[in-house]
Nanobody, 124 residues
Framework: QVQLVESGGGLVQAGDSLRLSCAASGRAFSSGSIAWFRQSPGKEREFVAQIYPSADSTFVGNAMKGRVTISADNAKNTVYLQMNSLKPEDTAKYYC?????????????????WGQGTQVTVSS
């Protein structure tokens, strides 16, 4: 059983930074991959970044390229998403997703495990 629990969201001002955390258990972390997605009201869920925690290999999508860093702490089974220079259009619910294999993918359908999400609101 894989469980993913996000935390770290909140209300910030434009230009601020925020770090999200995803506490993971199970195979998705130890030998698979973890990704971050986000979803705004009325929009489709959008890929942000992905990491292979055991290999420390990362991929950042176009949505926030240049403003985010994804990292993992294997001792804590936790993946982080450091977001900088936040903009009002970054306002969304951010989700952590896992898959049990190390394959790059930006498609939501490739991730069988999902957390409940954490809300990020950026005011102008």
């Amino acid at each position: 059983q894989v469980q993913l629990v996000e935390s770290g969201g909140g209300l910030v001002q434009a230009g601020d930074s925020l770090r999200l955390s995803c506490a993971a258990s199970g195979r998705a972390f130890s030998s698979g991959s973890i990704a971050w997605f986000r979803q705004s009201p009325g929009k489709e869920r959008e890929f942000v970044a992905q990491i292979y925690p055991s290999a420390d290999s990362t991929f950042v999508g176009n949505a926030m390229k240049g403003r985010v860093t994804i990292s993992a702490d294997n001792a804590k089974n936790t993946v982080y998403l450091q977001m900088n220079s936040l903009k009002p259009e970054d306002t969304a619910k951010y989700y952590c997703a896992g898959r049990p294999e190390m394959r790059w993918s930006s498609r939501t359908t490739d991730y069988p495990y999902w957390g409940q999400g954490t809300q990020v609101t950026v005011s102008s």
